[in-house]
């Protein structure tokens, strides 16, 4: 008799719509709150394709379907951001915005605080301007 594997944070997160939902209020956030204006303003006007690639790249990030990597290949992503000016100021304001969606969409306090310091050790190498 063999246990059932430990559900994966892409399946605590809720699958695909969770993980939709976590990005569309992060992406409603940086929106709607001066606090996360920094890092809106490195975004495109529209956030469209911006949620897309998010939410792509979450779902396998998180151990679910690899949409990202099928559509675009390895993320890359110090070489994806290296055009954006990312300082401590954008990190810790991407940071407090994830946060927050993380908290507005009720994610497991356990969970949500793994998902923190994982997504802080990714911000933090996004940096790329001194401070």
């Not at 939902?21 to 890092?39: K, S």
């Not at 290296?82 to 009720?106: F, H, K, T």
């Amino acid at each position: 008799m063999s246990e059932a594997a430990a559900p994966t944070a892409f399946e605590r997160v809720g699958g695909e719509p969770g993980v939709r939902a976590l990005v569309d209020r992060f992406y409603d956030l940086m929106d709607l709150e001066p606090m996360f204006a920094g890092i809106r303003q490195l975004h495109p006007t529209s956030l469209d394709g911006s949620r897309d690639k998010l939410f792509w790249f979450l779902c396998g990030w998180l151990g679910g379907p690899n949409h990202y990597i099928e559509r675009f290949g390895h993320p890359m992503l110090r070489a994806r951001h290296l055009p954006y000016a990312i300082g401590s100021a954008e990190r810790d304001q991407w940071m407090a915005c994830m946060v927050q969606a993380m908290d507005d969409n009720a994610l497991e306090p356990a969970l949500a605080q793994r998902l923190a310091e994982s997504f802080f050790g990714t911000a933090d190498w996004m940096r790329n301007q001194p401070g």
